[in-house]
């Protein structure tokens, strides 16, 4: 738990890096914490704190049948560009574009993808982490359960997976679609934003699929206990 609190503390911080993190811990607040493991046993440590980290960030937000859900995906790059082709030794990552394909103006990347949902209250309710060549409706379907009263905003690469996208400007049958559910979507490109701008979250260069997991869990978390207690 005290590992825990402090690797949360320095992402609420703004710590980009957690080794440079927990050193500062160590030499400043000695006193308090007079035990610290060796960076070494701290790192594996945050990557066994995974599924805790998980588990807190989900249990944050309150669901609630009356609340508008917003439904995305984000590119968690490992390289961009011409560098994709070359042969990687992270079996489990994929080439693919920013977005559902078609829909995007971002380059192809290789990596994963972060796909969210979130609340009115900016609070990520559910996500998952895929290769980069996952689409985005079949992860929309696997997010969010079947038979549900809610209502989930997506954009137009959401389309036939039980979504509120923009229609198609050919599409035979269009949904209905309000200028202000284009603005209620955009808030989830805001929660991205922050992950990237105060949470740091694919800044470090991480070497493992169960490290970038571990990496997005805590970030995540950290977001939703900032909005939990007021701090954004």
Not at 32 to 46: E, G, N, V
Request: glycine share 8%; charged share 20%.
């Amino acid at each position: 738990m005290e590992l825990m609190t402090i690797g949360l503390v320095g992402d609420l911080l703004g710590a980009a890096s957690q080794q440079k993190w927990v050193a500062q811990v160590r030499f400043t607040y000695r006193a308090p914490f007079p035990c610290l493991p060796d960076r070494t046993r701290y790192l594996r440590i945050q990557l066994n704190l995974e599924g805790i980290y998980a588990d807190l960030a989900l249990r944050l937000p309150h669901p609630d049948d009356d609340t508008v859900y917003v439904i995305d995906s984000k590119p968690l790059p490992i390289c961009a560009g011409a560098r994709y082709r070359r042969p990687r030794a992270m079996s489990e990552a994929a080439s693919g574009r920013g977005g559902h394909a078609g829909y995007s103006k971002k380059g192809r990347f290789y990596g994963f993808k972060l796909h969210g949902v979130i609340d009115d209250h900016a609070m990520i309710v559910r996500f998952a982490i895929t290769p980069a060549n996952v689409s985005d409706p079949p992860m929309a379907r696997a997010l969010l359960n079947e038979g549900e009263a809610i209502i989930v905003i997506g954009d137009r690469g959401y389309q036939g997976c039980g979504v509120y996208a923009q229609p198609k400007c050919n599409s035979l049958q269009p949904r209905l679609w309000w200028g202000a559910m284009r603005w209620v979507r955009k808030t989830i490109e805001t929660v991205f934003s922050r992950l990237d701008r105060s949470f740091h979250l694919m800044s470090p260069q991480l070497n493992s699929f169960r490290s970038i997991r571990a990496h997005v869990c805590r970030k995540i978390a950290a977001h939703n206990l900032a909005l939990f207690f007021g701090g954004l």
